[in-house]
Nanobody, 121 residues
Framework: VQLQASGGGLVQPGGSLRLSCAAS????????LGWFRQAAGKRREGVSCISTTDGSTWYGDPVKGRFTISRDSANDTVYLQMNMLRPEDTAVYYCATKCRVTSGHYDYDDWGQGTQVTVSS
């Protein structure tokens, strides 16, 4: 299982970015896939998860209404469209397999190299 995140960068507040996560060694239809992030000096925070069974999605409260997760089965890629970005969204973003949320706690199994997102004017 390998995951490679890309698409990060520097963006102004209110701007948008789309992150991509390319999967290898498995098909994206096989596992729940999601994103978490880690800002400097802070704990990892679950961002989003998409179910392999019915395509249902979960979003952390700070990103609801601004971020959208999607899955491209033909290209084995998962995306995170991030709109209305805020400085507090600055973090390294990682994609992960087998994401799940239990009693409000976000968990996952494997993850790949992250991509830095910086929101600043």
């Amino acid at each position: 299982v390998q995951l490679q995140a890309s698409g990060g960068g520097l963006v102004q507040p209110g701007g948008s970015l789309r992150l991509s996560c390319a999967a290898s060694g498995f098909t994206v239809d096989y596992y729940n896939l999601g994103w978490f992030r880690q800002a400097a000096g802070k704990r990892r925070e679950g961002v989003s998860c998409i179910s392999t069974t019915d395509g249902s999605t979960w979003y952390g409260d700070p990103v609801k209404g601004r971020f959208t997760i999607s899955r491209d089965s033909a290209n084995d890629t998962v995306y995170l469209q991030m709109n209305m970005l805020r400085p507090e969204d600055t973090a390294v973003y990682y994609c992960a397999t087998k994401c799940r949320v239990t009693s409000g706690h976000y968990d996952y199994d494997d993850w790949g190299q992250g991509t830095q997102v910086t929101v600043s004017s």
